[in-house]
């Protein structure tokens, strides 16, 4: 059974760097053709995919956020960190990772976490 | 570039059926792309793999009442029957040029 997690801090003041970190279970990060992402969901708002780190530590991100987004892995400790520079309000939202299975035909999400709902605020 | 057009809303009443639309931007037509569903209050599900013939993968636990289809560039999410838990919010989403797309979802409301 799959599973995942986000944890991180709540509250992030405007310009710092944001640190969420996916634990996951179910599932390991070195399986051939294995992926976590990280989505986020703004407060009424749709799904905007930020990052994605596949099990070869290949890395891809969204090109209008990649600037600012670093993706890493620890597949010892079965987690995945996301880090957000310079920070502002409009990055309020609700961050979730999610598990990408082996396909050949179509990248996408299978098993989502609960979401960390994290604010940008002074 | 990829881009995925929904319709902010829909409604249909309880018991009848529905079908949600998700068209794929020029160029893109032959996309495959995932069905998500996500309840009020809830992290999104994956509710199938829909294929540009038609063909459709469901997750495990997806009711029968769900079904995809395929039509040129536009992708349908079918449910029939509807429930008063199917009431959600619908997003398509797809893959092109090493960058994830969503559709800026479909608002379902069970009446």
């Known amino acids: 059974q799959i599973t995942l997690k986000e944890s991180g801090p709540t509250l992030v003041k405007p310009t710092q760097t944001l640190t969420l970190t996916c634990t996951f279970s179910g599932f390991s990060l070195s399986t051939n053709g294995m992926g976590v992402g990280w989505i986020r969901q703004p407060p009424g708002r749709a799904l905007e995919w930020l990052a994605l780190?596949?099990?070869?530590?290949?890395?891809r991100y969204n090109p209008s956020l990649k600037r600012r987004l670093t993706v890493t892995k620890d597949t010892s400790k079965n987690q995945v960190v996301l880090s957000m520079t310079n920070v502002d309000p409009v990055d309020t939202a609700t961050y979730y990772c999610?598990?990408?299975?082996?396909?050949?035909?179509?990248?996408?999400?299978?098993?989502w976490g609960q979401g960390a709902l994290v604010t940008v605020s002074s | 570039q990829l881009m995925l057009t929904q319709s902010p809303s829909a409604s249909a009443s309880l018991g009848d059926s529905v079908k949600l639309t998700c068209t794929l931007s020029?160029?893109?037509?032959?996309?495959?792309i995932a069905w998500y569903q996500q309840q009020p209050e809830k992290g999104p599900r994956f509710l199938m793999k829909l294929n540009s013939d038609g063909t459709h993968n469901k997750a495990g636990g997806i009711p029968g009442r769900f079904s995809g289809s395929s039509s040129g560039a536009e992708r349908y999410l079918s449910i029939s029957s509807l429930q008063s838990e199917d009431e959600a919010d619908y997003y398509c989403?797809?893959?092109?040029?090493?960058?994830?797309?969503f559709g800026g979802g479909t608002r379902l409301t069970v009446l």
């Open positions: 020029s160029g893109h037509s032959d996309n495959a």
């Open positions: 989403q797809s893959w092109g040029a090493d960058k994830m797309v």
């Open positions: 999610a598990h990408m299975p082996l396909a050949w035909d179509l990248t996408f999400f299978d098993y």
């Open positions: 780190i596949y099990w070869d530590d290949d890395k």
